[in-house]
């Protein structure tokens, strides 16, 4: 029972262009998300989170949507750079205190940036 | 560099080896995970160890066998694999409390033969 779903596999976006990536999930007790991108050979690296009580958080190129009712996020990179070519793993936790950070990742979508 | 530093990168080993795992962190978290990362599929929770206390172990086989002697190291222990054992082990440390970012070592590509 896969509780953080990524269903596209693969996304492929012109450089300059808004690539959107889609993460949906079930368990309505989580209440933290997290974005990371990982290049292969690396482990993942921390990109962006948002809160549950926030429905949007921006850094930079990067934003993160919330839609709680929807139970969906997502991740806007705008504009997209050669360099953002990584796969991009959805991750959510419950409720701080007694989540230890645990983390319920997604599949991953693997995002490609053309020159 | 993330802080978290993981050794060996890659290790070959054979079903009746024994091997250890090695994770360290520098930056003063006091909570350290072990994930699994299988071809296609999502990271998967090994275990949890929360300031240096085990706090989780999500249904892991007997012959993985973790080690947390202080807040900074972890080690996974490894007997008697198997071949479908082959994966990225990635270690990760965070803050205990409250809602964080994990920060991931670069993992050890294991093989099992």
């Known amino acids: 029972d896969q509780q953080v779903k990524q269903n596209s596999p693969s996304l492929s976006v012109q450089e300059g262009r808004i690539s959107i990536l889609n993460c949906d999930y079930t368990?309505?007790?989580?209440?933290?998300f997290l974005w990371y991108k990982k290049y292969p050979a690396e482990g993942p690296t921390f990109l962006i989170s948002?809160?549950?009580?926030?429905d949007k958080n921006e850094d930079g190129r990067f934003t993160v949507f919330l839609n709680k009712s929807a139970k969906h996020l997502s991740l806007h990179i705008v504009p997209s750079q050669p360099g953002d070519s990584a796969v991009y793993f959805c991750?959510?936790?419950?409720?701080?205190?007694?989540?230890?950070?645990?983390?319920?990742f997604g599949q991953g979508t693997i995002l490609t940036v053309h020159p | 560099e993330t802080g978290v530093t993981q050794t060996p990168r890659h290790l070959v080993m054979g079903m009746t080896n024994k091997k250890s795992l090695k994770c360290e962190q520098h930056l003063g978290h006091n909570a350290m995970y072990w994930y699994k990362q299988s071809a296609k599929k999502p990271l998967e929770l090994m275990f949890v160890?929360?300031?240096?206390?085990?706090?989780e172990n999500n249904s892991v086989p007997s012959r993985f066998s973790p080690e947390c002697p202080n807040s900074s190291h972890l080690f996974l222990h490894l007997h008697t694999l198997q071949p479908e054992d082959s994966a990225l082990y990635l270690c990760a440390s965070s803050q205990a409390a409250g809602n964080t970012e994990a920060f991931f070592g670069q993992g050890t590509r294991l093989t099992v033969v």
């Open positions: 948002i809160s549950s009580i926030k």
């Open positions: 160890y929360s300031l240096e206390e085990r706090v």
């Open positions: 991750a959510a936790s419950g409720a701080g205190g007694t989540s230890y950070g645990k983390l319920t």
């Open positions: 368990n309505s007790m989580f209440d933290y």
